[in-house]
C-alpha cells in the first residue's frame, strides 16, 4: 500500500532535472549544460485540526519481545487531509490495528543497516514513538521521479522527504493511502506536549531493533548519569560542489539537501555517530546500552540501525 502512496506524492513533485544544449555565435554547440528544477522547499501545513478518533496504545514487555500495539492515531494536533479543499494530500485519517514486536534483549550488529538498500531495494520504517505512531523518514522517491517500476530507477538519489514538498503537516507527517499517519521528521507537537527538559533524558519511542530513542538531550559523559545534559548534535553536514549527475541517470544541481544523498556523515562532527546514536547509560537503562536521539537538524530520524531491525517494519 505504500507504493501507492509514492505514486501519489510522486506526482505531486514530479519535476524532471533536464540537460540543454547552449548555441555558441558561430552556430554551434557547446557542451550540454545539466541544469535542476527541483528546489528545496520546508513549508509546512497548518496543524489546526483535532481528531475525533481516540489514541489507543499498549506497550508491554511478553518474554524477550516489547509488543506495542496501536491504532496510529497521534496524539496531538494534525494537518488537514482528506478529501476536502485546501487538504494536504487527499488521503484521511484513519485507525489501524498495528502490532509492533520488537526485541526487548538488543544486540548490536557487526555493521551499521541502512534504511534504503539500493542493491536489494529494500526500504525500512525507522520505529515507533511511545504515542504509537511510527517513524518513517524515507519519502521513496528515488531519481527520475517517474515512479518506482521507472527502467531508470536510481535509489542512490532519494528526495528527502523534510526539504521537498510532499504534503507534510507542522508535525513533518502525512498520510498514507491506508489512512496511516508517520512521522517523516521531528514530531514536533508530539515533543512540545510532552514538555520534555532539557537537562533530562527523554524516552520517547523505540527503534525496529530494539534500542531505545531518545528526544536530543544526553550526558556529556556517556557514561556518568552524574554529568550535565546537553544537546547532541548530528554528524552530518552537506556535500560541497555539485552533484556529479549528468540529468539522465542522475541528478546534477548543487548539494543543497534536496536528496538524501546531499548529506555526508564526518565522524566527529558532532557527538552522534552514523545511526544518530551512540552508547551509555540512559535512565531506563543505568548499567549502559546503544541508544538514538532524534535531531533538529539532519538526519532528525536516524537512516541507520545499530542493530537487526525487527521484519514488520520492512516496507517494501
Not at 539537501?257 to 555526508?264: A, I, K
Request: with cysteine.
Amino acid at each position: 500500500m505504500k507504493t501507492l502512496k509514492f505514486l501519489v506524492f510522486g506526482t505531486l513533485i514530479f519535476l524532471l532535472s533536464q540537460c540543454t544544449d547552449t548555441e555558441t555565435d558561430d552556430g554551434g554547440t557547446t557542451t550540454p549544460e545539466c541544469t535542476s528544477d527541483k528546489v528545496v522547499d520546508k513549508s509546512r501545513g497548518a496543524c489546526n485540526e483535532t481528531l475525533t478518533l481516540v489514541p489507543s496504545v499498549k506497550i508491554e514487555i511478553v518474554g524477550a519481545n516489547r509488543v506495542i500495539t496501536a491504532n496510529s492515531i497521534p496524539n496531538h494536533k494534525v494537518g488537514l487531509f482528506g478529501n476536502v479543499a485546501g487538504s494536504l494530500n487527499p488521503n484521511a485519517i484513519r485507525a489501524q490495528n498495528k502490532t509492533y514486536t520488537i526485541t526487548n534483549q538488543p544486540v548490536k550488529a557487526s555493521q551499521f543497516f541502512s534504511l534504503t538498500n539500493a542493491t536489494t531495494l529494500s526500504l525500512w520504517s525507522f520505529g515507533v514513538l511511545l504515542n504509537g505512531v511510527e517513524l518513517d523518514p524515507i519519502a521513496a522517491e528515488p531519481w527520475p521521479h517517474q515512479g518506482l517500476m521507472a527502467t531508470n530507477v536510481n535509489w542512490e538519489w532519494n528526495l528527502e522527504a523534510t526539504n521537498v514538498k510532499i504534503g507534510l503537516d507542522c508535525n513533518n507527517a502525512h498520510v498514507q493511502p491506508t489512512g496511516k499517519y508517520h512521522y517523516h521528521g521531528s514530531p514536533t507537537l508530539y515533543l512540545q506536549n510532552a514538555n520534555i527538559p532539557s537537562n533530562k533524558m527523554t524516552l520517547v519511542g523505540y527503534a525496529a531493533d530494539g534500542f531505545p530513542v531518545y528526544y536530543k538531550y544526553a550526558y556529556t559523559n556517556a557514561t556518568d548519569a552524574n554529568s550535565a545534559v546537553i544537546a547532541m548534535t548530528s554528524s552530518y553536514r552537506l556535500k560541497s560542489g555539485k552533484r556529479p549527475g549528468d540529468g539522465v541517470i542522475a541528478p546534477c544541481g548543487s548539494f543543497d539537501g534536496v536528496y538524501s544523498n546531499d548529506y555526508e556523515f564526518v565522524s566527529g562532527l558532532g557527538t552522534l555517530d552514523q545511526a544518530n546514536g551512540r552508547e551509555g547509560v540512559t535512565p531506563e537503562y543505568p548499567t549502559g546500552t546503544y541508544y538514538y536521539l532524534i535531531t533538529d537538524d539532519f538526519p532528525n530520524i536516524p537512516r541507520y540501525f545499530r542493530g537487526t531491525p525487527a521484519p514488520e517494519f520492512k516496507v517494501n
